[in-house]
Nanobody, 125 residues
Framework: QVQLVESGGGLMQAGGSLRLSCVAS????????MGWFRQAPGKEREFVAA????????RYADSVKGRFTISRDNAKNTVWLQMDSLKPEDTAVYYC??????????????????WGKGTLVTVSS
């Protein structure tokens, strides 16, 4: 059983920065791709960023490319999402995902994946 706990969300003005954290317990964190998704009010959950098990490969949604950075520390079982130049359209609940048997290119499809409970990010204009 894998448990994921996200933190770091909050209220920020447009142009500001936030850093989300996701700490995993259980499972094989150091050999598993991890990612971040988000869900805005009234919208479907969407992919934000993913990182390979080694941390050497990353992928981003076009909407956040150049503004967000995903990273991980396998010794700390932690993945981060650094969010800079925030925009009001970044407002959403952000979820961390432990991607079982997936790569950064297929992340999110496996119904057996583990998800955190989410952390709310609100960006005011």
């Amino acid at each position: 059983q894998v448990q994921l706990v996200e933190s770091g969300g909050g209220l920020m003005q447009a142009g500001g920065s936030l850093r989300l954290s996701c700490v995993a317990s259980g499972g094989s964190f150091s050999s598993t791709a991890m990612g971040w998704f988000r869900q805005a009010p009234g919208k479907e959950r969407e992919f934000v960023a993913a990182i390979s098990w080694s941390g050497t490969s990353t992928r981003y949604a076009d909407s956040v490319k150049g503004r967000f950075t995903i990273s991980r520390d396998n010794a700390k079982n932690t993945v981060w999402l650094q969010m800079d130049s925030l925009k009001p359209e970044d407002t959403a609940v952000y979820y961390c995902v432990y991607a079982i048997g997936e790569t950064i290119w297929t992340i999110g499809r496996n119904t057996m994946n583990y998800w955190g409970k989410g952390t709310l990010v609100t960006v005011s204009s």
